[in-house]
């Protein structure tokens, strides 16, 4: 009995030079992965999905959302942009800033792929909640007994909740 050997083989240069690269970040896969779906369905690498806020703006971007970009067979211009949008409302309002939104979209892609707007009613991705505000530090004191005071109060505060306080000094 034999057993088949495969074909491809990894050799020590091939791990040497993966490791020598370092930890891939999630988005970079995430990029190598989904460049192929989104290409299918128009969209150049997944950037016009990424940072359609920043092309169209937020007050637009806050009703429209870009679903396909349909090129003409064998052309790179005369495209059409779906747009998914949320209301009736939101489809008069897509009608009356379509100008603007060929505009920076053709402006996002360098030159006029885009030739009209077509607009799908439903339901819109959830907004993603903006990071909680980091707390500010209070202002440093300005004399060695404030300083002192503070460290006083911090130690006192720490001893009232429970959390070990001992303290060693060199």
């Known amino acids: 009995m034999s057993q088949a050997k495969s074909t491809t083989k990894i050799t020590a240069a091939d791990r040497g030079r993966r490791l020598a690269r370092g930890p891939v970040t999630i988005g970079a896969l995430t990029e190598r992965v989904a460049k192929p779906a989104l290409g299918k369905r128009g969209f150049a690498g997944g950037e016009i999905l990424k940072r359609w806020p920043e ?3 937020s007050d637009l971007a806050t009703f429209a959302v870009p679903l ?9 211009a005369g495209a059409t942009l779906l747009l998914r949008i949320a209301s009736g409302a939101a489809a008069a309002m897509l009608q009356l800033k379509t100008p603007l939104i060929l505009e920076r979209v053709n402006g996002f892609f360098g ?9 799908a009613q439903g339901p819109l991705p959830r907004a993603k909640k ?14 060695v007994a404030e300083a002192l005071e503070r460290l006083g109060e911090a130690v006192q505060q ?7 306080v001992t303290y060693r000094f060199r």
């Open 55 to 57: 092309i169209v703006g």
């Open 158 to 164: 720490r001893a009232a909740s429970g959390v070990n």
């Open 68 to 76: 396909e970009v349909k090129f003409p067979r064998g052309k790179n």
């Open 111 to 119: 030159y006029a792929a885009i030739d009209k707007v077509q607009a």
């Open 130 to 143: 903006p990071p909680k505000p980091l707390k500010t530090a209070p202002p440093s004191p300005s004399t």
